[in-house]
């Protein structure tokens, strides 16, 4: 019997990699479309590269993920200017998204999107219970840096490169960062993050965030040597500095943090993720939207 295989996908970070990529230099008149006058640019990547992750990794379940609206995220609540300095999206992006979801659905491919949570958060709820109740492996595909928290044993991240695609595991990143993937969100807390308007802590960049962690464990580690004064010397010149944004550091850590407790997510029904391929099916969808994709056959 096939080990069971989790795969979880963030839409929006395949979807508009694939439209960037496909749109770099072109105006939305000559981005592809079909008959109907439909963009298909993002699309013809996003189903590609799905088909090739269920047929390469033997995958048994699946799910995309799929984001709010910026402002409704929960993380809005107590930061107001979360994700503020982001661009709107193109409106042919906003389209293919409308179309993909439906073509999704035809295939019989579970979405899920949990107001106010992010796709992160659903993705960090979903592959932590996977990991608890069943013995096979979650494959989360994102390039999405934040999502390394929640790697473990069974908790793999395949992450796209210019060589090729990663599977990125657990131990890859201990042996990277020297530290556990969960403390990446201390890194994260003191680094900051522009893309997502999280603001760290000024003045704390990536040559002293690792090493702050690797040597206190966490966020609070550090400001709890700070009050003992017992600091070490080789950190001198942050102190003021980690004091100074102390408050920006711990809100930084709540923003980073992904939400694996959601309560529409608590109890969930794996079986309702499962998906065997049914070529005939996949076949006339894609074909009803004008989309080239190349299925792969199964060798008996």
């Known amino acids: 019997m096939t080990q069971p295989t989790l795969l979880l996908i963030d839409g929006f970070n395949l979807l508009s990699r694939g439209y960037f990529a ?16 439909l963009y298909t640019n993002a699309l013809r990547v996003f189903f590609q590269k799905l088909m090739n992750l269920i047929h390469e990794h033997d995958v048994t379940h699946a799910a995309v993920a799929w984001d709010v609206k910026r402002e409704d995220s929960v993380r809005r609540q107590y930061a107001p200017t979360y994700k503020e ?12 998204y409308e179309t993909c979801t439906r073509i999704l659905e035809d295939m019989g491919i579970l979405q899920v999107t949990v ?4 796709a992160d958060d659903a993705i960090g709820a979903l592959s932590c219970q996977w990991s608890k109740r069943n013995d096979g492996r979650c494959l989360i595909y994102s390039n999405d840096r934040d999502l390394l928290q929640l790697l473990d044993e069974r908790t793999t991240q395949i992450i796209a490169s210019k060589k090729g695609e990663i599977l990125y595991t657990h131990t890859h ?10 403390q990446w969100i201390d890194v994260k807390a003191l680094l900051g993050d522009k893309s997502d308007n999280i603001p760290g802590c000024p003045g704390v960049g990536e040559k002293s965030a690792l090493p702050l962690i690797q040597q206190y464990g966490s966020v609070e580690g550090v400001y709890n040597q700070l009050e003992t004064g017992e600091f070490d010397p080789a950190y001198k010149r942050y102190q003021k500095k980690l004091i100074a944004g102390r408050e920006s550091a711990i809100l930084s850590k709540k923003l980073a943090t992904i939400i694996c407790e959601i309560p529409d997510l608590e109890d969930t029904d794996f079986t309702t993720y499962t998906f065997e391929m049914d070529h005939e099916r996949v076949e006339s969808v894609f074909q009803s939207v004008e989309l080239k994709i190349k299925l792969h056959t199964t060798l008996l």
């Open 115 to 118: 107001p106010p949570y992010e």
């Open 85 to 96: 300095t982001r661009n709107d999206l193109p409106a042919p992006l906003i389209e293919q």
């Open 173 to 182: 990143f201990e042996e990277e960062y020297g530290i556990t993937p969960t």
């Open 22 to 37: 496909t749109s770099y230099g072109r105006s939305d008149d000559q981005l592809s479309k079909n008959s109907d006058g």
